[in-house]
């Protein structure tokens, strides 16, 4: 690996790059430090889990990661390309609209609270973004939604709104439209927090689902310990802005070695 | 039910009026009356459509684009905002003209009621735009759209419904704002009822007819805008997200 941390522009992706790299990301609101020089690498297929305590930067590091929040400093590098900003003449310089939009089209991400389209069935929210989007013919993007959808146990819903389904229903749509991309990198920001706890089930089973039968990169936010713990490849622990401790679930929720990591183990595991 | 009770309520005095109007010999003033209503409703619906669009297009500008564009949206909006619609007819039918822009009376009435009144719509239309909550606006950057097609297919769409009551009292205020046109030579129904005063001095039973007859066509405003608004809000509610 070069040492592109140095540097204060480096011109060009680190060899053999994950698919994606925080690369001394910081992020702040004001004087308030979010996220504090943050190093994460995540590579090709791999599953990630991001725990922590509220208000520790978790969530920001997907929303950076979607371009829903500008960074402060540093580079995310996705896929060996920075992603907010570009080449040209050897320096990076910010990014315009067409490579923002190339990036954004390697990830996808699932909301907390669904953001489905209200005014469309199901089956439109899938092939919304692919016809307008991906130009796709009408046919074929309501094949891929339709494929999505009974990928994701809805088959029998197709012409539902939003309104008339559960919210694990709802969030298993959300999951199908962002398939419908066909994203590289997908995101999952507590995507269970706003369920119902007998709906959880369904929407984990159909992660589950995505991470044994496509080639996708996961990164998630959850509060889910025992899905983080069966199904993630590495799970992070973030305290102030930094990430605290990390490792496979294993070594991690078994015996882990940081004091924060153990507080905030046993907080949760009483609260369960 | 509401509706019920508007409709009722606009057949009666339109009924009650056109008794009054037969019973008193209004008869003979009913059917000038009425070709100057024509000529209303006539500027009143093309006010509308141009208040629309000039307000959606102002509302857009004046959000989202470059600067330019921007401050040409607010010029618009603070100068037709700021100024008095009287003063604004005047000046398109009598200022232009000395400019080399001669236009029709009746295309003038249009022009200067349907960009007041959407400037006062451009505020509206913001309103209803920056009221989408912030989380559609995300999906839609999640899924790549560029800005205009997340307003074209996601975000108006669901703006559309919250707009609908406000819009509803703008063309009130355009039907209404419809007597000044009188002014410039166009011939509406407070034009002819100025116009028959003067030959017959039936004051009474002249504004009492062009009473009745505005407030007929300000109900149907009215009613047409309940149950635009019920069938959109049906669209959305059955989509709305909890």
């Known amino acids: 690996m070069t040492d592109i941390a140095k540097g204060p522009a480096p011109a060009a992706a680190p060899t053999g790059s994950p698919m994606v790299r925080f690369d001394q990301v910081t992020k702040s609101y004001g004087a308030f430090v979010v996220l504090d020089q943050l190093e994460l690498d995540v590579a090709a297929g791999e599953k990630v889990a991001i725990i922590g305590p509220s208000g520790s930067g978790k969530t920001t590091v997907l929303r950076m990661l979607m371009t829903l929040e500008p960074i402060n400093g540093g580079v995310i590098w996705v896929d060996g390309e920075p992603l907010t900003s570009m080449r040209r003449n050897g320096a990076l310089v910010p990014a315009d609209a067409r490579h923002l939009r190339r990036m954004r089209g390697k990830i996808g991400m699932v909301f907390q609270h669904f953001n489905l389209f209200p005014h469309m069935t199901a089956l439109k929210n899938c092939m919304e973004a692919p016809c307008t989007v991906l130009g796709l013919s009408k046919a074929e993007s309501e094949a891929r939604g339709r494929e999505l959808l009974v990928m994701v146990g809805l088959g029998d819903k197709l012409q539902h709104y939003p309104a008339q389904l559960s919210g694990g229903q709802q969030q298993r749509v959300a999951i199908a439209r962002a398939l419908a991309m066909r994203p590289k990198v997908m995101l999952f920001d507590e995507v269970t927090s706003a369920l119902d706890p007998e709906l959880v089930g369904e929407v984990l089973n159909v992660i589950r689902k995505l991470g044994a039968e496509l080639d996708l990169t996961m990164l998630m936010v959850t509060h889910q310990m025992g899905f983080a713990k069966e199904f993630a490849d590495r799970v992070c622990f973030f305290y102030g802005g930094k990430i605290c401790e990390q490792g496979p679930p294993a070594k991690l929720f078994g015996s882990p070695e940081n004091e924060r990591t153990r507080q905030f183990l046993r907080a949760v595991l009483e609260a369960t | ?242």
């Open chain 2, 1 to 242: 039910m509401q509706l019920r009770s508007l409709t009722v309520c606009a057949i009666i005095a339109f009924a009650a009026g056109l008794i009054v109007a037969s019973f008193a010999g209004f008869r003979e003033f009913l059917p000038g009356l009425l070709q100057g209503a024509l000529i209303t409703v006539e500027i009143t619906l093309g006010g509308c459509v141009l208040s629309v669009i000039a307000a959606v297009i102002a509302a857009l500008a004046k959000m989202y684009g470059p600067w330019p564009i921007r401050w040409l949206a607010v010029v618009y909006i603070e100068i037709f905002r700021g100024t008095s619609a009287l003063v604004q007819l005047f000046w398109l039918f009598f200022v232009l003209p000395r400019f080399g822009l001669t236009m029709e009376p009746l295309t003038v009435a249009i022009l200067a009621l349907g960009l007041n009144v959407g400037a006062y719509g451009a505020e509206v239309v913001r309103g209803a735009v920056a009221a989408v909550p912030r989380g559609q606006w995300e999906a839609t950057i999640a899924l790549n759209m560029n800005r205009a097609q997340a307003l074209r297919r996601i975000i108006l769409p669901q703006a559309v419904v919250a707009m609908i009551p406000p819009w509803g009292n703008l063309f009130i205020e355009l039907l209404k704002a419809t007597a000044i046109v009188s002014l410039i030579t166009v011939a509406d129904l407070a034009f002819r009822a100025q116009e028959m005063n003067a030959t017959t001095y039936r004051t009474v039973e002249i504004f009492s007819i062009v009473l009745v007859i505005y407030l007929a066509m300000a109900m149907l405003i009215t009613i047409g805008m309940r149950r635009l608004e019920g069938l959109a809000a049906k669209g959305l509610a059955r989509g709305r997200s909890h």
